[in-house]
């Protein structure tokens, strides 16, 4: 069974363009999703997948405070 | 008063209503990366270290030189009186010598495309986004868009649905940013007047986080990118 940061880093994969990023390429669990350069828009759908995806229901403001991979992977495990 | 630089990378963009809009120039450039440099202070160093990736370190380096250059001459202080520090949802504001600074602004960035917007009082937001082919838009639709605004935006094709979708993103960006909580609010919540959705410049609006509030919103775009203004309007009715 995939682990849970092998499942955020299919939907980066599938569905987030990251300039400088290929796809397949680890995740950086300590860095900011804000400081990669990922457009607005691209943020705010990420927060929706990882709700779909993982069957939870993060709030935009919870979600701002869990902006790295790590931080977000430690919530969803915990959930 | 402000640190001179050798050749400015920012020009006036327009002047909607007594807010001041200034395009920034982000293609790369050693000669303004180097100047912009001189600029940061301490902090802000700190932070462009910290970008893991070319396009965003550029992106914030060039948007705070020129930003610190602008607010300076239009406060009338040296560089080094200016600091930014956020608001607990993120949001910059400008201080001199420590003291708040009677001055809105807001900044946004997208590609090659900075815009720096500005105002002596009230809530101000500006977003900009690069006008470039997106594999994910119907996702990127669903994230971010009304009912009503996605039937519209989906009304149209090809460059046309991409062009549709940005201008009414920077438009509700634009307006969480002049909120104040930015990203932190649903941008679903809420959706552009249809009039504006259809084609005028600008419209008026209160969005349900911020009752009480009338805001207007403006487009910015032009053939290059899409963008928006938002700005709080005193004492008016939507």
Known sequence: MATTEERLRKIVDDNLEIEGRTKGDALDLDRNIGDAGVPSPDIVAFWKLVNEEFGVDISAEQFAELLTPRDLVAHLDAA | ?238
């Open chain 2, 1 to 238: 008063m402000a640190v001179p630089v050798s050749a400015p990378w920012w020009y006036p963009f327009g002047a909607p209503e007594g807010v001041s809009v200034v395009r920034v120039e982000l293609e790369p450039n050693a000669d303004r990366e180097a100047d912009a440099l001189t600029l940061l202070d301490d902090e802000e160093l700190v932070r462009w270290e910290r970008y893991p990736y070319a396009g965003p370190r550029r992106q914030f380096l060039l948007c705070r030189g020129a930003l610190r250059t602008v607010l300076g001459e239009a406060l009338g202080c040296r560089n080094e009186q200016l600091a930014f520090p956020t608001t607990e949802d993120g949001k910059p504001w400008a201080t001199v010598d420590g003291t708040a600074a009677a001055i809105s602004f807001s900044v946004s960035h997208s590609g090659p495309h900075g815009l720096i917007a500005f105002a002596p009082e009230g809530r101000l937001g500006v977003d900009v986004e690069e006008l470039a082919p997106r594999r994910n838009l119907d996702l990127l639709m669903d994230g971010v868009l009304g009912e009503a605004e996605k039937a519209d935006v989906a009304s149209n094709e090809g460059e046309r649905r991409l062009r549709s979708f940005f201008r009414l993103w920077t438009m509700k960006e634009a307006l969480l940013k002049a909120h104040g909580k930015g990203l932190l609010i649903d941008a679903t919540t809420f959706e552009i007047p249809r009039a504006v959705r259809r084609g005028a410049a600008r419209g008026r609006l209160q969005l349900p986080q911020l009752p009480g509030v009338t805001l207007q919103v403006e487009d910015l775009g032009t053939e290059g990118f899409a963008a928006a203004l938002a700005r709080e309007v005193p004492g008016a009715r939507p």
